[in-house]
């Protein structure tokens, strides 16, 4: 398996930027680094993905270390609509098809 | 309707019941995935459909059996279920099959089996 390793869990408090890490020591060079979050009671959501250079889009920002080992999702701005478990996935293509969730951070957001 | 959409949302049976869950993708994309969630585990891969064809059966038990009839549509047939095999029941849909790419979740089927 793929191996990721994420905090268990993380409070921010709401309007403040959140910075999610995760370690991936064993990626390899094709290996896609994947975030999900999953709301109580509803199905993963995709929230961005990147394979070497750092990555921005509506939800998020991703920033990958340099040797590709660790990465961090940043949330500009907690809202409380943001609180969910967060999943750091390695896509890893020898593999096929197969996403390795692990346990995931679960993020409280303190109103 | 948008997205991936999973019909039904809760779901009891009996262990001699026959049941099937079926999944919709409205995405345009040409795989589908089953996805089990038991209470305080990870996620684990049951099945991947790629273009109408299985690509991956992950030592599934034999009472769950997956039909694909086209790219948009996936459904679970379930039939001598065990307690074990309660929890949510996931379906994801992606572009393709490669790792640069993202998949998108259905809502999911709580089951019951009692």
């Known amino acids: 398996d793929a191996k990721t390793t994420q905090p268990n869990s993380m409070e921010s408090n709401e309007e403040e930027p959140v910075h999610l890490p995760c370690n991936h020591s064993?990626?390899?060079?094709?290996?896609?680094i994947h975030w999900y979050r999953q709301l109580p009671s509803q199905g993963p959501e995709y929230v961005i993905h990147?394979?070497?250079s750092n990555v921005n889009n509506r939800m998020a920002s991703l920033a990958i270390a340099e040797d590709r080992k660790s990465s961090t999702l940043i949330l500009h701005r907690a809202t409380l609509r943001d609180a969910a478990v967060y999943y750091c996935?390695?896509?890893?293509?020898?593999?096929?098809?197969?996403?390795?969730f692990g346990t995931g951070t679960s993020l409280t957001v303190i109103p | 309707e948008t997205g991936v959409t999973q019909t039904p949302r809760h779901l009891v049976m009996g262990m001699t019941n026959k049941k099937s869950l079926k999944c919709e993708q409205h995405?345009?994309?040409?795989?589908m995935y089953w996805y089990k969630q038991s209470a305080k585990k990870p996620l684990e891969l049951m099945f991947v459909y790629n273009f109408k064809e299985q690509t991956e059966n992950n030592s599934v038990p034999s009472r769950f059996s997956p039909e694909c009839p086209n790219s948009s549509h996936l459904f679970l047939h379930l039939h001598t279920l065990q307690p074990e095999d309660s929890a949510l029941y996931l379906c994801a849909s992606s572009q393709g099959t490669g790792s640069s790419y993202e998949q998108y979740f259905g809502p999911g089927t709580r089951l019951t089996v009692t």
């Open positions: 990147g394979l070497t």
């Open positions: 064993t990626i390899s060079g094709t290996d896609y």
């Open positions: 995405l345009g994309h040409n795989a």
């Open positions: 996935i390695l896509r890893v293509e020898y593999t096929g098809n197969q996403f390795y």
